[in-house]
C-alpha cells in the first residue's frame, strides 16, 4: 500500500517562507513524477509544481520565481520551498506521486494559510 505523508503547512504573514515535505512509502512504489497541487475554497485543483524522473521541473504561473520543488537522493521524498507567499497562496497542498502511467497517489493535504 502506498502512503504519502505530508508535513510542514501552517499560517504565515504575506511576504514570509514555509517548507512543504512529502514522504512517499510503500512496497514496490515506482516514482515517475513528484510534484505538489494545491486548491483554495470554491476553486479547483491546481498544479503548483511539477519534477519528473530526469529533475525537469515545471511550475503554475503564479507561483514562478517564488516557489522550488525538490526531492532527495533517494527520489521518495519531495519539497515545496514557498518564499513571497501571498494571500492567494491560502489552500489546501496536496502531494502527489505518478508512478505507472495513469497510476497516480495523492497525500492527504495540508493546510497553507498567509494572513496578517
Known amino acids: 500500500q502506498v502512503r504519502l505523508v505530508e508535513s510542514g503547512g501552517g499560517l504565515v504573514q504575506p511576504g514570509g517562507s514555509l517548507r512543504l515535505s512529502c514522504v512517499a512509502s510503500?512496497?514496490?512504489?515506482?516514482?515517475?513524477?513528484l510534484g505538489w497541487y494545491r486548491q483554495a475554497p470554491g476553486k479547483e485543483r491546481e498544479m503548483v509544481a511539477r519534477m519528473l524522473l530526469n529533475g525537469a521541473t515545471r511550475y503554475g504561473d503564479s507561483v514562478k520565481g517564488r516557489f522550488n520543488i525538490s526531492r532527495n537522493k533517494y527520489g521518495n521524498s519531495v519539497f515545496l520551498q514557498m518564499n513571497d507567499l501571498k494571500p492567494e497562496d491560502t489552500a489546501v497542498y496536496y502531494c502527489?506521486?505518478?508512478?505507472?502511467?495513469?497510476?497516480?497517489?495523492w497525500g492527504q493535504g495540508t493546510q497553507v494559510t498567509v494572513s496578517s
Open positions: 510503500g512496497n514496490r512504489l515506482t516514482v515517475n513524477v
Open positions: 502527489n506521486v505518478g508512478s505507472a502511467p495513469g497510476v497516480e497517489y
